[in-house]
């Protein structure tokens, strides 16, 4: 498809277990960002991508918290040890980017994590 | 950090009516502006994205304005249909690689 696509779209877990997070963003999208929504809020910035650099972090709440774009395109959002609060929306966004900074962000449907 | 704040949290209106979401952030110094709607259960729609530079942007029914000085921006939606019942979210994009949300405005239009 064209858009961005997220994997799987829900995830059930229980405490104490990994979760992995897919993303596959549009292609040739230099941008990448991952976000966590919780149930009536806007979406927080978690991490972002240019190409393959993790260029910012700062948003990932703990270290449990881990993202990665090995060849700077498909990106996972690994979290392990999980716990009740880390259930969530976990939203994916790419942009086009390519030097110019304002370009529209493009958003996944999102994986709906629960934790019990 | 910048603050984003969203007035009103839910709305309801009859169709037809013309409306106005109203978006508020704390700090001037941003990139760009961007309104999405979210459908339940669904990942964001952009709408609209005002440069810094832009005092407005417009799409079809739509028209976003940004006032940058004063940190506010408003989304217009004219003629409203039940199908734009949806969460309005505006995000500015503060620092290159950083975007803060509102917590959104819920809509509601009444056939």
């Known amino acids: 498809g064209a858009g961005v696509s997220q994997s799987p779209r829900y995830k059930v877990a229980k405490r104490g277990q990994d979760v992995a997070l897919r993303c596959d963003p549009i292609?040739?999208?230099?941008?990448l960002f991952w976000y966590q929504q919780a149930l009536g809020q806007g979406p927080e910035f978690l991490t972002y991508?240019?190409?393959?650099?993790?260029?910012?972090k700062s948003g990932l709440p703990s270290d449990r918290f881990f993202a990665e774009r090995p060849e700077g395109s498909v990106s996972t959002l690994k979290i392990q040890r999980t716990q009740q609060e880390d259930s969530a929306v976990y939203l994916c966004?790419?942009?086009?980017?390519?030097?110019?900074?304002?370009?529209?962000?493009?958003f996944g449907d999102g994986t709906r994590l629960s934790i019990l | 950090k910048q603050e984003v704040t969203q007035i009103p949290a839910a709305l309801s209106v009859p169709e037809g009516e013309n409306l106005v979401l109203n978006c508020s952030f704390t700090?001037?110094?941003?990139?760009?502006l961007q309104w999405f709607r979210q459908d339940p259960g669904k990942g964001l729609t952009s709408l609209l994205l005002?440069?810094?530079?832009?005092r407005e942007q417009t799409s079809g029914r739509l028209n976003a304005s940004l006032d940058k000085s004063s940190g506010r921006s408003t989304l217009y939606i004219a003629a409203s249909q039940p199908g734009d019942s949806a969460t309005y979210l505006c995000?500015?994009?503060?620092?290159?690689?950083?975007?803060?949300f509102g917590s959104g405005t819920k809509l509601n239009v009444k056939p």
């Open positions: 966004a790419s942009s086009l980017e390519r030097g110019k900074s304002n370009q529209p962000q493009h």
């Open positions: 292609s040739g999208h230099v941008s």
């Open positions: 991508f240019q190409n393959e650099a993790q260029l910012d």
């Open positions: 700090d001037s110094a941003i990139y760009n």
């Open positions: 005002i440069q810094s530079s832009q």
């Open positions: 995000a500015v994009r503060h620092n290159f690689n950083k975007f803060y």
